[in-house]
């Protein structure tokens, strides 16, 4: 595991909390759950991206930005 990974058949995301040891701070956790969140629902879709880090990197880095910065 690089910094997060899911598991499709278990359907859990694992996020480290430490890389190389040194601690991964909340906001690189929280990019890095909705980048395997990404995979999880291009994967439930079947859809071709699943496994197109490009596309999934850029996509879940706008959503963790605009779900951090939203207000109600």
């Known amino acids: 595991m690089a910094l997060g990974h899911i598991d499709y058949a278990s359907r859990t995301i694992r996020v480290a909390k430490q890389a190389h040891n040194k601690a991964v701070g909340k906001d690189e956790r929280s990019d890095t759950f909705w980048h395997e969140l990404t995979h999880a629902i291009l ?7 699943v496994n197109d880090e490009r596309f ?3 996509f879940a880095t706008r ?6 910065s939203a207000k109600f």
């Open 56 to 58: 999934v990197m850029r």
């Open 43 to 49: 994967h439930d879709m079947d859809s071709r991206l």
């Open 63 to 68: 959503l963790n930005n605009a779900i951090n």
